[in-house]
């Protein structure tokens, strides 16, 4: 299996994205470097709109993560709910 | 700023259908490929253009939504940084030279980017890749301004920022990163998808802008981390563009495979080889050092790059040739072009040093097979000399490689004390190249790359003088008279940084900002 991986800016837009993250994929591992912060996790990395909300208290639309992404790893499919990162082998 | 999430009447899907394939037509006054002539140009077999989707599904009107507040985020950190005199929170005034070969090297190529993908878009007939060709374009464009507007606060207090477009054209480094491009623009739209945004953008991107911004921040730099990683968040859908453009061509036809294959050598050799000057930032320009060049290229190339070429196999994809060699130059390369740019410090826009005791000590603890044995002695000799008020110029000049254009300054895989070269023959002329990675790529268009505007040839020939320098007249300087052609001027721009003005400057005013005088 091999790694796929997000990074995003450090800072309080960030926060609440990256805790619904690791909550939602308990096999990522969260990597905090400066003004960055990395998630990696085997094979298969999924975000989820709902759990960002659910932390956020307001309505939140995926396609807000492009702003305070840095990079990816991985083939990607983002539709209204989820926005996954995957390798296929 | 908290965004606000409009309820949707369409899904993502269904807009996305109707916001790029929706808007594209077929033409009937001109054949289509009379209309984009340059889609089969180049040998690839397209049977269904329908076929490509953009996985992150952006349109238009979503994409001038999120780039605002990308902007807005950015400049109020610009502000901030001018207005607070950030340039002097930096860790130390070497930094600062960094930064120099990122404006002039690095920042004009963001703008050849940004013509090359409006270029790419012109040229390709599906609506699906020429939308993302044109957002593309657009957040290359951006990187560019926003790159000058934010280096443009330390235009304002140190040396070597002030005329970065006129260099790129002329200066002997600088050609590496320009020619690299240039020969990705004179390529078809499909090479230069595979140059660009597949080799530069998916396996080399976060080579240079993860670990570098990164060490922006750690020495103590917020303007600059800003926007690169402004830069970088336009740059995750960079890469799944390269990387949707490789799957198109392969799915689309195996006839498309050994064009590909041929192309992924290619870019990954090119791209490691301009990457040396990233090396070499990371590994002596940063004064707090967040990760060496060696780690960052095994967590980007080898780990990452790998779990990519793991996935390409089920298409027939194998890793690039030249994996092999650069496992060995990892170890090497960014010491070899310190020491090239220390012996050549005459001839650059920015200031060079011999790295501290504590320095070289970090480096040998990173670099433990390599750099005590083949580079601590020599640049431990060269500091001594400096101190004895005997540092060391280089007077002549190197022979470059014909397709890189880097000086021969890398050494055989097989022996580090020896320098590589290769030579190849077409119509009766020797060409020069730095390795066999550069050696193949010539001997595969030997008539592309012997047209190459090589810096030191032209120097030679006499091309980089100003109007009326006459080379024969009595006393002639031929390096002072290429350093006014190039708009450096000597004693201010080029040499050691130790005694420089930027070094006086930067002490005298943060002195003036920590003491009451
Ligand atoms: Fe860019
Ligand atoms: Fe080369």
Redesign the interface.
């Known amino acids: 299996m091999s790694t796929v991986f997000i990074a995003f800016q450090a800072n309080e837009e960030s926060r609440p994205i990256v805790e619904a993250v690791l909550a939602d994929n308990p096999h990522a591992v969260l990597h905090e470097s400066p003004a960055m912060v990395k998630i990696d996790a085997e094979g298969k990395l999924v975000i989820k709109r709902e759990s960002i909300e659910e932390r956020l208290g307001r309505d939140f639309d995926l396609q807000e993560l492009q702003i305070n992404l840095i990079t990816i790893s991985g083939h990607l499919d983002e539709d209204d709910d989820e926005f996954t990162l995957a390798w296929k082998n | 700023m908290?965004?606000q999430?409009?309820?949707?009447k369409v899904?993502?899907?269904e807009k996305y259908a109707h916001m790029t394939r929706g808007l594209g037509w077929e033409t009937t006054y001109q054949p289509m490929n009379k209309v984009f002539p340059y889609a089969e140009f180049e040998g690839i077999k397209i049977h269904d253009w329908d076929k490509w989707e953009d996985?992150?599904?952006?349109t238009m009107d979503?994409y001038w939504k999120?780039q605002a507040?990308?902007e807005r985020?950015l400049y109020a950190v610009l502000d901030a940084f001018a207005q607070n005199n950030g340039h002097l929170g930096v860790t130390d005034a070497r930094y600062i030279n960094a930064l120099k070969l990122f404006l002039t090297g690095i920042s004009p190529l963001e703008y050849v980017a940004h013509r090359g993908f409006a270029a790419a878009g012109r040229n390709f007939p599906g609506v699906g890749p020429r939308v993302a060709c044109l957002m593309q374009s657009l957040d290359e464009v951006r990187h560019a301004q926003t790159q000058i507007h934010a280096l443009s606060n330390y235009n304002k207090h140190y040396n070597g920022f002030h005329d970065f477009k006129h260099m790129i054209e002329r200066v002997w480094y600088l050609s590496v990163p320009k020619s690299f491009f240039d020969d990705a623009f004179s390529a078809g739209p499909f090479e230069w998808m595979i140059a660009i945004g597949f080799s530069f953008e998916y396996v080399l991107?976060?080579l240079l802008?993860?670990p570098f911004?990164?060490?922006a921040?750690?020495n103590g730099d917020m303007g600059t981390?800003t926007v690169g990683?402004s830069a970088?968040?336009d740059?995750?859908?960079h890469?799944?563009l390269g990387?949707e453009c490789i799957k198109f061509m392969l799915e689309q036809d195996p006839d498309n495979l050994p064009i590909v294959q041929k192309w992924i050598d290619k870019w990954a050799w090119r791209g490691t080889r301009v990457l040396t000057l990233v090396g070499m930032m990371m590994d002596y320009m940063l004064p707090k050092r967040?990760m060496s060049w060696k780690e960052a290229w095994e967590i980007y190339f080898e780990?990452?790059g790998?779990?990519?070429f793991?996935?390409l196999?089920?298409y027939g994809i194998k890793v690039p040739e030249c994996l092999s060699q650069t496992a060995i130059d990892k170890e090497h390369i960014s010491h070899q072009a310190w020491a090239t740019f220390y012996q050549y410090g005459g001839a650059s826009d920015f200031h060079t040093w011999m790295p501290t005791d504590e320095e070289m000590d970090w480096l040998s603890a990173k670099y433990p097979n390599t750099f005590d044995k083949y580079y601590r002695a020599r640049f431990t000799h060269w500091r001594d000399e400096a101190e004895k008020g005997k540092r060391f110029y280089n007077g002549t000049l190197p022979m470059l490689c014909q397709v890189c254009q880097i000086p021969m300054l890398f050494t055989e895989p097989s022996d580090p004390t020896q320098i590589c070269y290769r030579e190849s023959e077409y119509q009766g002329e020797k060409y020069h190249t730095c390795s066999d990675g550069c050696k193949h790529i010539f001997d595969d268009e030997p008539e592309k790359y012997i047209q190459a505007w090589l810096p030191v040839h032209q120097i030679y020939q006499g091309n980089c003088f100003n109007e009326g320098v006459d080379p024969t007249a009595p006393g002639f300087d031929p390096l002072a008279e290429v350093l006014k052609w190039y708009h450096v001027e000597h004693g201010r721009d080029n040499l050691d940084f130790e005694g420089s003005e930027d070094q006086k400057n930067f002490a005298a005013w943060r002195g003036l900002a920590t003491k009451n005088v």
């Open positions: 908290d965004m999430a409009t309820k949707k899904g993502l899907k996985p992150f599904r952006l979503a999120y507040e990308k985020k991107t976060n802008f993860v911004m990164s060490g921040a750690y981390v990683f970088q968040s740059e995750a859908r890469m799944t990387l967040v780990q990452n790998g779990a990519l793991n996935d196999a089920r």
